[in-house]
Structure formats: structure tokens, C-alpha cells
């Protein structure tokens, strides 16, 4: 079992930063392939970013490369995202998930996820 605490979202405005926490559960963090959705009203949840375990590589979808970056501390048992020149369309409730089945880019892979943080990008 890992249970999962986001924190750290908010109201921005566009072309702003902000960074984005889960705080895991458990002994086996490390273990575990880290993932960042993102959902808005009325659409699909859809994939932020994804480190794997060990060794730690990182995925990004498309319209947050080169702007997002997702980050691991094992020590603290706690997943990152680094949100910089965001946009309006970024506006979404962001959840970190979980998963043992490696690497997994669909949110119905992953088994574990925390309860969402709003992120609000004002333009």
C-alpha cells in the first residue's frame, strides 16, 4: 500500500513557476514508477511526466516538455514537479500516481494515487 499527498498548487500567472509535491507512504518508494496527470472538467485525465524507479528516467507528453520537470527524492519519499513558463491551458487538478508495473504511461496502470492539487494559470 502507498498512499500519496500532493501539495504545492495554486494561482500563477502565465509565464510563472511553481512546484508541485507528493509526499509517499511506505518503505518501497523507491521501487515504484512515479507518475504526474493532469485532468480538467469534462475531459480525460491525461499524462504529465514519469520517472521511473532506478535507474530514475524521466517522460514528458509534448505540450509540458522543456517547460515541466519531474524529479524524485528517494530519501524523502517524495515526487517533484517543477512547473515553469506556464501557460493558461496548464489550468488542471494535478495527481501523482503510483505504480509497481514499471513503466506505464496510462493512468489505469497505475494502482496508487493522491487526492489532486488545483493549479489555476491566470493569462
Known amino acids: 500500500q502507498v498512499q500519496l499527498v500532493e501539495s504545492g498548487g495554486g494561482l500563477v500567472q502565465a509565464g510563472g513557476s511553481l512546484r508541485l509535491s507528493c509526499a509517499a507512504s511506505?518503505?518501497?518508494?523507491?521501487?515504484?514508477?512515479m507518475g504526474w496527470f493532469r485532468q480538467v472538467p469534462g475531459k480525460e485525465r491525461e499524462f504529465v511526466a514519469i520517472?521511473?524507479?532506478?535507474?530514475?528516467?524521466?517522460y514528458y507528453a509534448d505540450s509540458v516538455k522543456g517547460r515541466f520537470t519531474v524529479s524524485r527524492d528517494n530519501a524523502k519519499n517524495t515526487l517533484y514537479l517543477q512547473m515553469n513558463s506556464v501557460k493558461p491551458e496548464d489550468t488542471a487538478v494535478y495527481s501523482c500516481?503510483?505504480?509497481?508495473?514499471?513503466?506505464?504511461?496510462?493512468?489505469?496502470?497505475?494502482?496508487?494515487w493522491g487526492q489532486g492539487t488545483q493549479v489555476t494559470v491566470s493569462s
Open positions: 500516481a503510483a505504480t509497481a508495473r514499471g513503466l506505464r504511461f496510462a493512468p489505469a496502470h497505475y494502482d496508487y
Open positions: 511506505g518503505r518501497t518508494f523507491s521501487t515504484y514508477t
Open positions: 520517472i521511473n524507479g532506478s535507474p530514475s528516467n524521466t
